[in-house]
Each structure stands twice: as C-alpha cells, then as structure tokens.
C-alpha cells in the first residue's frame, strides 16, 4: 500500500521540476528578447560592434507622468531615435524626424499618437488588436481593412485629442478637410458642437466618448465597428438611421472617412493644459495696458524706462510711472538731490551715496554717457515740470464783463 | 614505505578531526531522523513534537489513510489555501487596492513582472479549485456519513464540526467573490454588481446588507477598499482560525469518520481510562481522547505510525495538487477585460461561475403571471438558497440513520438522503453548467456551439 508512494513522489518531483523549467524558459524567451538580439546584430553589421555594445538590453519604457502613460514600444522600436536607420525594416526604423522635435518622446511617449497598449511587452497585445482593448495602433493593419489610402491618416484622430481648437495644423489633412466640411456643410444648423450650435441634432461634443454598444449596427453590413458605423452614416444617414432627419451630403469615401476620424476625436480624456494647442498659459494685457506700455517706451522717458529707473522711481513730467515709488519722483531731482544731499545732480550721478550707489554699483551700471544722458535728460524733466507748474497756476481767462 | 604509512595515518586523522569538529554526523542526524525514525517512539516524537506536524496524531489508522475513502479532498482544499495565501502574499506587493490604479498594476503584473503572468494565473486557478475542491469535500463527507457522530459519542460533536464545515464553505464562497473584484475590469466590475444585487432582495436586512458590502450605494473605491481588506486579511484570519478549529475537532471526535467501525466493535458502554495512560488533547481540553476511552481498540493492529505514512502520503498530496494547479494555470490563460466601465453593462453580465446556478435560479423564479412579477431575486436568489444552508446545517439533527452507516460509501441504510443530496448536488451542478456555457447576450438560451453576435468594437 505505501511502497507506491515513494514511487508517486518522486514522479510528482520530477514533474514539477520539468514544470518550473519549463516556466523558467517560458518567461524568460520572450518575443522582444528576440528582436533586441536582431537589432544588436544589425548595429553591429552598420556601425560596428563597439555601437552595439551601447544598445540597452531588457524591458525599456518611456513613462509620462503628465499623461499617465508608460509605453514599452521601446523595447523593440529602439532605433526611434537612431540616425542613418531610416530604411530599415520596422520595428528597427528611425521615427520620422520633423514630427518628434515637436513632440518629444519623454513628453508624449508613443501611444498618445500612435495608440496600442503602450504598457505590454507581447506581440498581439502591444499593437492592441486584440480583444478587450479599444484603443489599436492606427497603421497598416486597420487602414487596410476600411481603405484607407494612407496609412497615417488614422492617426490624426489621435492628434486632434490636442490640436481640437485649432482651425488648421499643419500634416493633419483628413482632420483639416473635415473641419472644413463642418463650417461649409454647417453642421453646427442642427447639431452642438463644443457649446454653440443647433439642438435638432444630438451633441456632438463628445462625440468619441460614445460607447461601442450604445450604436445600433443592424443595419450595417461588414463589421460591427463604430468607425464603420460613423463612416456608413456620414455618407447615408437613412439608411443606418432608418428614423434620422439628416440629410444625405453626398459625400465622397474620403470626407466620410475624414469627418468619422474628426467625430471620433472628441473624447473626454484629461490632458493637462500645457498640451493642448491654442491655448495660451499666460495673462493677455488689455488694449490699455498695451497702449500705455507703448508710451513709457516710445515717450520722452524712454530712457528711464529701458535702464530700468522706473522700477523704483516716476519722472512724472515725462511721463514715466512707477508703481512701487520707492524712491521720489524725479522731475524736480534738480531741486530735490540739492536739498537732501547737499550736491549738485550732475555732481551726485557721477558719484552717488547711500542707495543710489549700491543700485548703480551692482543693479543698473551706467556708463558715464548714459549718467550725462539721464542728467540731462532730468533737466529737461524739471523744465517741463516748472512749465506745467506755471500752466496750472495761473487762473483761466474771465469772461469780460463779469 | 615508512613515510607513505605516516602520511596516510595524517590524511585520516585530518579528516577525522574536522569531521568531529564540525559534527557533520550528528548534525545530519538530527535534521532527518523525522524521516527515517529508527524506533517507534521516534515516529511518535517526529510528530509530537514538531510545531507544523504536531496537528497530526502519532498514529493514524490505515481506513484514514486510504485514498478511495476521503480523496484526501480537506489536505487538498488545506493546500490550495496554502498555495493561495503564498501566491496572494506575493501578489499583495504588486497590486493596488485603488480604482485608478487597480486595472493598471494588475496590467503590469501581466507584462512587466517577472513571473507575474504565473503568480496571478495560479492564484486564480487555485481559488477556482478551492472552490470546487471544497464543494467535493462537502458532497464526500454527506455521502460517507461522516457528519454524524457513533455510538455513544464520548465527547464527539461531528454535526458541530459538520456546520463549521459549511461556514467554511461560506467564507471560501465570499473569498473566491471578493477576490474577483480586485481586477477592477468589466468581468469583476458586473459580476459584483449582479451579486450584491441579488443580496439587498433579501427582506428587511437586504439594502442594508448592500450598502454595508458596498461601503455605499454605487461600486466605488469604497467597496474597492473593503474588498480587498476582506480578502486579503479578515477572511483568511477566519479561514486559518476556523480550519484549525475543524482540524482540532477531527481528533478529538476521534479521527475520521472511517475508523468508527471499529469503536463499534468496542463494547457498548464506556470504559474507564487505563490508569497508566493519561493523554490529554495538547493541554486545551479535558479527559481523554475517544480512541484512548476504547481499550478494544488494538493500536498495534489498525494503526501506522504517521512518520512516514502520514507525511509522505501528506507530501505525495501536496505535490499532486500543486503539479495539477500548475499545469491548469499554463493551459488556461487568466481573463482580463477592458476596465470597469459603470456606464457599459457587458450583455451578458454573469456572476462569477460558482454564483451562477444561483443566477439561474433567479431567472427561473422569475416570471410574471397575471399582472403579477414574481420576484426571482427574493425567491431564487435568497430564499432557496437560504432554505438549502438552514438544511445542510440543520440535517445532522434531524438524521435518524443507525451508527453502523457512519464512514462507508453510500451505505443502504442511508439510500434515500443520499439519493435526495445528490439530486441536489446533480441540479446545482446542471443550473452551473447551463449558466456559464448556455446564456448568450440578453441572457437567451445558447447551445454550445451556436455563436453569439458580434462584440462590438471601436474600429
């Protein structure tokens, strides 16, 4: 009865064995294990072995914080940023220049553009046509099940997740016809789009929220897909929505594809300010502000302006405000430096004390030129005061006879 | 020559010296004579006297050993909690009880951890068999008698140890459940939200019995939270708590219940204790244990020592379940849907398998007659399963079988409550199987291999 029960143990330990290398291995012979190894190959053959050595081995990612995201598409895309591989073959391809100088990889990471599973280091999972995952990456494969001539258009839907408000970006061409289709069909007559607009047509603002399941695709041939749905609809309303008053545009595949790509695009997803186009993370001064900025540079005070003395001190005259007033005015400085210094004001310029001379020792040097400039300058000031001191006093004409 | 023989003697005393030194010997002897015990009172020390096998008499009777009697089916569900609160243990440092992260970080355990894929797979393979396995246990133990207690029981309380048996059913049942949340994806998300649903129909304390699941009205981080809570700590602590408890009364009834046979045999009435021998059950309780009370019983005769028969058959189990839970984890890919979408309700929501004869029953249960809607979460959902725990609890007592059909094998005196459990067991059984491969979206009837319409997807 029991001598069998050595015998099952050591079966049972030499399966378990078998199974904890067959593990071992199975974890450790991954697809992108393989793919680094052919890219180190191919450095080495192309710019020596020495390169190669340099090349990361291992998971690499990229992770954006602003964004949430961590894409591993580095680990086998890891020519992205490689000069001289742009011929090669994908994954060792270097990503087109022009376009990451203004979006950085550490910044934008891979997915935000391109979509996928950014965080999977597998195969299928990675490019996300795979069940349970929405978000594919938007190239070859989906462009060529709708006909789409090329292959980068899908791609704009997701540029417009940030470039949304403006009329016009520069290499989103689906995106900009579509946005031209908008204003020259009005489609704003029925529908809302980003708060103005008709309300005989559903809100379209977040349009790309719309969940999968909340379309009906009885009356859709082909895949149940929501960018077919949106693409079938644009270019026949009727005919998907038996019961909608839309009218049929007549519009060609392409604008159908372009306006699905747009709709889609209008998704909820948080992204921080600083990410979206057009719009401008600082204060605009008013009209009035821009105008009285003008005049204090272009006046007659200009110069007190430029090197800063209005910081501190208004030489009102000329029409130099200061908003700290730390210092007095310095229109009548002719009269004022005599009576606190005891100096003439060419004299005390040239050679200042208290904290006139820490301020033009360490904080606004002045050559002895631009000292005579502002002397001179300051005289002029004091005339211009007297003169406005002579005006406002003496009293305005009588009407004769009263 | 001269020289040769001195540096031979040289080389031996060497040898011997470090050999005392060091005590290799002793020290190897020491840290095995547990399994190759040389006399019987090492066999019975080995286990006395060891802190993990000390659970164990030092001797077991040959009935109890035997695999087509018991299947071992408690060291198997013992086991696969044993894998599961390591591999949970592991997984605690990973996972992130937090609806933002919860989805991602399960995400990262898939992809970016090392053996992430397998820790996560055989945490869910194990808690599916767990289920399972115990659910086994209980029909086994119905079937076998072993919920009654023999012949004027000395100290036994077998239905006492029968009901902990079904709480611990309850609480593996609320552990597999609140496990299933902590994905955070579609999957988890619905079969929660069909659960706790079926729970606040219970009358009076059903929305409050929701609300205190939830930790609110709706599934939120609150019920994340709570969840995670429970199944990583205040459940377990139940579990290990309750099942050392069922262990403990396992001995001190007087082992399985397959060794009563031969107390029937003893003579009828009790026999007093030989004075020489005086065991007293680990210091917790007092007199003696049954089997020590029955001087007919010849220890000689019916019994093995444990060291080796227990342990090794104990390591041949444990290995066994673990090979089995490996294999199933490298064949069956562990689910993960999209995330928990509250606005998308998958079309079909199903709870999870071992609930759903429960759905099924709320389906059938469901009906309108006249202008009237029968309410099938009260009836289907609360009140028959209700009735069926208050039976399985209730039965030992109301059981009216002679002793002599205690720990046999579908014994005839037994027939019809046995034909009645297992018609029981047949349905649930049916109800689980017609839920989880034959209900399609908007919960129609499917057969197997009609194909059900197109998911949806973005492109």
């Known amino acids: 009865m029991f001598s069998k029960d050595a015998i099952k143990l050591y079966v049972l330990g030499l399966s378990l064995l078998g199974l904890t290398v067959f593990i071992f291995f199975r974890e450790n012979t991954t697809d992108w294990r393989d793919y680094q190894a052919e890219f180190r190959d191919l450095v080495t053959e192309k710019f020596g072995p020495e390169r190669a050595e340099q090349i990361p081995s291992g998971v690499q990612q990229i992770w954006v914080k602003d964004l949430d995201r961590v894409d591993r598409c580095v680990t086998c895309h890891q020519a992205v940023e490689w000069k001289g591989l742009e011929t090669a073959p994908n994954p060792y391809r270097t990503h087109p220049k022009e376009i990451l100088e203004k979006h950085p990889l550490t910044a934008y990471g891979c997915t935000s553009c391109h979509g996928g599973q950014g965080f999977s280091t597998t195969l299928p999972d990675a490019h996300g046509n795979v069940e349970h995952w929405e978000e594919p990456v938007l190239g070859q494969e989906v462009s060529e099940a709708y006909l789409i001539k090329n292959p980068k258009a899908l791609m704009e839907m997701n540029c417009n997740a940030c470039h949304r408000y403006d009329r016009e970006t520069k290499g989103m061409d689906y995106i900009n016809t579509a946005k031209n289709l908008v204003e020259q069909k009005d489609c704003r007559a029925c529908h809302t789009i980003n708060g103005r607009g008709g309300i005989i047509g559903p809100d379209l603002t977040f349009e790309g929220e719309k969940p999968t399941e909340q379309f009906d695709y009885g009356r859709l041939t082909g895949r149940h897909a929501v960018f077919a749905w949106q693409v079938a609809h644009f270019q026949n309303p009727k005919m998907v929505s038996p019961d909608s008053i839309m009218p049929n545009f007549g519009l060609s595949s392409q604008d159908a594809q372009a306006l699905a790509l747009l709709v889609m695009s209008w998704r909820k997803e948080p992204i921080p300010a600083s990410y979206i186009s057009g719009v401008q993370l600082r204060d605009v001064p008013t009209p009035e502000e821009v105008a009285r900025e003008k005049e204090m540079l272009e006046g007659d005070g200009a110069f007190f302006v430029q090197n800063k003395c209005f910081v501190c001190h208004s030489v009102s005259s000329l029409g130099v405000n200061s908003a700290a007033k730390i210092g007095p005015d310095l229109s009548d400085a002719v009269v004022d430096v005599q009576n606190r210094f005891g100096r003439t004001l060419d004299d005390f310029l040239m050679d200042p004390t208290g904290t006139m001379s820490v301020v033009l020792a360490t904080q606004i040097p002045l050559t002895t030129e631009q000292r005579q400039q502002a002397i001179a300058l300051l005289k002029v000031a004091y005339q211009r005061k007297l003169e406005q001191q002579i005006k406002n006093a003496s009293p305005s004409p009588t009407p004769a006879g009263k | 020559m001269a020289t040769e023989e001195i540096s031979e003697t040289k080389t031996n005393s060497l040898l011997g010296t470090l050999r005392e030194k060091f005590a290799f010997r002793a020290m190897w002897e020491k840290l095995t004579w547990t399994w190759k015990p040389e006399t019987k009172r090492e066999a019975g020390d080995a286990i006395v006297r060891n802190f993990i096998l000390h659970w164990f008499p030092a001797k077991v009777s040959l009935e109890s050993l035997s695999w087509g009697y018991s299947f071992w089916l408690g060291t198997i569900s013992a086991v696969l909690f044993l894998i599961l609160t390591i591999t949970g243990g592991i997984l605690m440092f990973l996972y992130v009880p937090s609806v933002e992260r919860a989805y991602l970080s399960v995400k990262d355990l898939e992809f970016s951890t090392s053996y992430g894929w397998f820790l996560r797979g055989l945490h869910r393979i194990s808690a599916h068999l767990m ?44 552990l597999s459940f609140t496990g299933y949340l902590l994905p955070w994806d579609q ?23 929701r609300f205190i699941l939830l930790g609110g009205t709706t599934i939120e981080q609150a019920t994340l939270i709570r969840f995670y809570v429970l199944h990583c700590f205040l459940l377990p602590l139940a579990t290990f708590g309750l099942v050392s408890y069922h262990m403990w009364r396992v001995r001190k009834d007087g082992g399985l219940a397959c060794t009563e046979k031969r107390y029937e045999e003893a003579k009828k009435e009790e026999q007093p204790a030989i004075a020489s021998k005086t065991y007293s059950l680990l210091g917790i309780t007092g007199g003696s244990a049954v089997d020590v009370q029955n001087v007919m019983i010849d220890d000689e005769k019916d019994k093995v020592p444990s060291s080796p028969y227990l342990t090794v058959r104990l390591a041949v189990v444990t290995l066994a379940t673990l090979l089995v839970s490996i294999l199933l984890t490298l064949l069956v890919r562990a689910p993960l849907e999209e995330a928990a979408n509250p606005a998308v309700t998958p079309n079909p929501a199903k709870a999870p398998w071992y609930f759903l004869w429960l759905q099924e029953l709320v389906t059938i249960t469901t009906f309108t007659v006249g202008g009237i809607t029968i309410n099938g979460a009260l009836i289907g959902g609360i009140i028959l399963p209700g009735v069926l725990v208050a039976a399985a609890v209730l039965w030992p007592y109301f059981d009216k079988s002679p002793v002599s059909s205690i720990g046999r094998w579908f014994p005839k005196e ?23 491969y034959m209900r399609g979206p908007f919960w129609e009837i499917y057969m197997p291999w009609q194909e059900w319409e197109q998911t949806p997807r973005k492109f």
């Open chain 2, 131 to 174: 289920v399972a396995v115990v659910f086994l246990h209980m029909v086994r133990v119905f079937l076998t008698g072993a919920f009654k207690n023999g012949r004027k029981a000395v100290g036994q309380n077998r239905p006492l140890n029968w009901i902990i048996g079904v709480a611990l059913l309850l609480i593996t049942l609320l």
């Open chain 2, 414 to 436: 037994r027939k019809w409550q046995n034909r009645i459990f297992l018609f029981i067991v047949a349905a649930i059984l049916i109800l689980t199987f017609i839920g989880t």
């Open chain 2, 187 to 209: 999957l988890a998300y619905w079969a929660i939200t069909v659960g706790t649903n079926i729970a606040s129909s219970a009358p009076v304390f059903g929305d409050p019995t």
